[in-house]
């Protein structure tokens, strides 16, 4: 089963981020019971940098939080290490399940953070990238887990177990080449250890910039793809309906739609290192057509652009 992590609550978004500076929880405890009631298994809390005060923020949020849905696990996101201290001793003193979001490899990061998760006992999100950025290949960002963070954080004291190696999803719209690989990558990232290491991955990230009305498809198609590649996690948004009935559709193998039959067909290819058989698509079926040339595109094989559904 795909553990659903909630997106929503994320200072990117202006009404978060004034609910926050004015502390004041009532939108913010409306879109985690929402979350929650959309299937979400824990919320992510993104407060992002918060210098100054992310150390005072972070436990009042998830005060908050844990009164409006009591007992969700928290995801607690930011770069500042005295915040996700602050937040793993509230999320202790709370009794609640935390993961930290997120660890990399670069040298200043891995050193603050690392411990933190080892200290605390706690999953965290290793990204695979390293002070010279993100790679293209499914190997080079297998190659940073293997040669860097699961070694060094292992060394730290956390166990693989509790570490979930993040390929880095890219938009489609400019970074196009990275999309692809990313599936590879958590196909390379099953690979590396007996047992596998967790997997999870940003899901919206792979449609920001694209345009509002077709994100939901770029998003649950690339989502069957990753868990077809043995995807375990994914930070989503558990308020799309569409979205949530796709997973429910390949976990429940569910093919009594014409639609659940193209997903399925999608997700098996997938899994076999295949490509989708064109005689699976009907192509007098509108939706079946998006899902095809949305493929296309994920797959790097058609470059992208906003009318790509109209080509």
Known sequence: MLFRIGENIQVLSPKVRQAIDNREPDYLIELAKAQVKGGAHMLDLNIGRRKKDGHEVMPWLIEIIDEAVPGTPLSLDTTNPLAIEAGLKKCQEL???????????????????????????????????????????????????MEILIPRLTEMGVPVENIYLDPLVLTVNGCQEYVPNAVEAIRYFKALTDPPPKTVVGLSNVSNRVPKENRSLVNRVYLVMLMAAGLDAAILDPLDEK???????????????????????L?????????????????????????????????????????????
């Open 95 to 145: 009794g609640i399940k935390a993961m930290i979001n997120s660890v990399s490899a670069e040298e200043e990061r891995l050193t603050s953070i690392g411990p933190l998760a080892a200290k605390y006992n706690v999953p965290v999100i290793a990204l695979t990238m390293t002070q010279a950025g993100i790679p293209v290949s499914a190997e080079e960002r297998a190659n940073i887990a």
């Open 243 to 265: 979205q949530n009935e796709v997973i429910r559709i390949i976990e429940q193998r569910d093919d009594s739609t014409p639609v659940g039959k193209l997903l399925l067909a």
């Open 267 to 311: 997700y098996d290819a997938t899994a076999a290192g295949e490509d989708l058989d064109p005689s699976a698509v009907d192509m007098k079926d509108p939706e079946q057509v998006a899902i095809w040339k949305t493929v296309q595109i994920l797959k790097n094989r058609v470059i992208y652009a906003d009318s790509y559904l109209q080509m």
